[in-house]
């Protein structure tokens, strides 16, 4: 299996689902640079979101 991420534990996808993702036909029609650039896109989202979550008080 192919390894996608640089350093352990610094990405927000798995090796698995960075795999499926470069698996669809979609991703494979873009050169690898917009690929970089769409994963990277979607890890800064997700990673503001689940900081936003994160910082969010616990309602009791």
Sequence with gaps: MQKFNQKEGDNVFSDEI???IFNRKEMQRLDLQT???VIHA???VLEGE???ADEQPVSE
């Design 18 to 20: 960075l795999e499926k």
């Design 35 to 37: 690929q970089s650039s």
């Design 42 to 44: 979607i890890e800064e």
């Design 50 to 52: 689940k900081q936003n």
